[in-house]
């Protein structure tokens, strides 16, 4: 923070904010100005437990006001319980609507009708997919019964490699996220925490991420060495020889 002096007179303090508080305020200066131009009033998020979804729920609830925002947790089998607790204990720190809405019967049903054609198949991404499209697929049909706006949860380096599923975790009306890596999340959530308010809880931050959409399964990468590296693509310009070259 300094001071300068204009003409002698009135001493005038000009502030600099951080990265963080400035990605803060743009990301709410977003929401809201969406909002606003599509005349929407209310959110709905997909709150996994994990941590791009408690960043986002927190970034609306600042944005819109925590009562125009709804929480809506949809566990599966391989749903965690500290996820499921996880999700639950951050819609009661924000003080928003919350209900959880198992997806697990859909799913059944779903494999069931699929399994004629699966007969002698190994399970793959394929079964992945249809948990995230349940969900997907849920969150538009209360969008479309209440009106509610679905904010869809996923960062930048996630959609930049894929690990997302289409018409699934991608569906929504707006991206908060989109432009932020994976380690611009966890910095701007631990940043929340330290100066807003401690909302997200601890193991959402702390634990290994997870699409929890199969048994013991965490996310295929180290995000703090691919992250950089998805920048580099996609901001820089820089191409796969650059990045070999630069080590």
């Not at 793959?124 to 706006?149: C, H, P, V, Y």
Request: proline share 3%; hydrophobic share 35%; charged share 25%.
């Amino acid at each position: 923070k300094i001071s300068k002096n204009y003409n002698d007179k009135k001493t005038i303090d000009i502030g600099y904010k951080t990265r963080n508080e400035n990605v803060f305020d743009a990301l709410c200066l977003g929401i809201k100005d969406y909002f606003h131009k599509t005349g929407n009033t209310e959110a709905v998020v997909g709150l996994s437990g994990g941590i791009d979804s408690a960043v986002v729920a927190t970034l609306a609830c600042y944005a819109l006001g925590r009562k125009n925002v709804h929480g809506i947790s949809m566990p599966s089998r391989f749903s965690s319980d500290h996820s499921k607790e996880d999700a639950k204990q951050l819609a009661k720190n924000l003080g928003i609507d919350f209900n959880s809405i198992s997806i697990q019967d859909a799913v059944d049903t779903m494999e069931d009708i699929l399994l004629p054609q699966f007969t002698g198949l190994e399970r793959d991404t394929t079964e992945e997919n249809i948990q995230a499209r349940i969900r997907g697929n849920i969150l538009m049909a209360l969008s479309n019964k209440f009106g509610w706006l679905v904010l869809s949860t996923g960062n930048k380096t996630e959609l930049a490699l894929g690990y997302c599923t289409l018409y699934g975790d991608m569906s929504g009306g707006l991206s908060v996220i989109s432009d932020l890596n994976k380690t611009n999340v966890y910095s701007l959530a631990n940043w929340i925490n330290e100066f807003k308010s401690e909302v997200i809880p601890h193991n959402t931050i702390t634990k290994p991420p997870s699409a929890e959409l199969a048994p013991d399964q965490i996310d295929p990468f180290d995000y703090d060495i691919i992250s950089p590296i998805v920048d580099a693509i996609i901001e820089k310009g820089k191409t796969i020889k650059d990045l070999i070259n630069n080590g």
